[in-house]
């Protein structure tokens, strides 16, 4: 089993940091991608950045700029830098990784349990 475990969410004024954090634990050989999604309400979840574990990252139009992705292969930690807040990126967000858990298994997705990111006009 593998469990993905955010941290970091909270309230922020506009034109505020907050920085996101998600540690992959439980049952991995490896991770390929991972990333972080948010949904606002009434809203379809939407991707917000990816990077595999060569460190390509692909981000959404509207957090270029302002939010960077990184993450700790040997932590099995992603990580989201969100500088620059916006109301508009008021949202739930979610970590998502791509996942191998053992040597014969196949790739599967896993998601967090979702972190409150709040940003105040």
């Known amino acids: 089993q593998v469990h993905l475990v955010e941290s970091g969410g909270g309230l922020e004024q506009a034109g505020g940091t907050l920085r996101l954090s998600c540690a992959a634990s439980?049952?991995?050989?490896?991770?390929?991608?991972m990333g972080w999604y948010r949904q606002a309400p009434g809203k379809q979840r939407e991707l917000v950045a990816r990077?595999?574990?060569?460190?390509?990252?692909n981000y959404a139009d509207s957090v270029k700029g302002r939010f960077t992705i990184s993450r700790d292969n040997a932590e099995n930690t992603v990580y989201l830098q969100m500088n620059s807040l916006k109301p508009e990126d008021t949202a739930v967000y979610y970590c998502?990784?791509?996942?191998?858990?053992?040597?014969?298994?196949?790739?599967?997705?896993?998601w967090g349990q979702g972190t409150q990111v709040t940003v105040s006009s």
């Open positions: 990077i595999t574990s060569g460190g390509t990252t």
């Open positions: 998502n990784a791509e996942v191998r858990p053992t040597r014969w298994s196949r790739m599967d997705d896993y």
């Open positions: 439980g049952s991995i050989f490896m991770i390929e991608n």
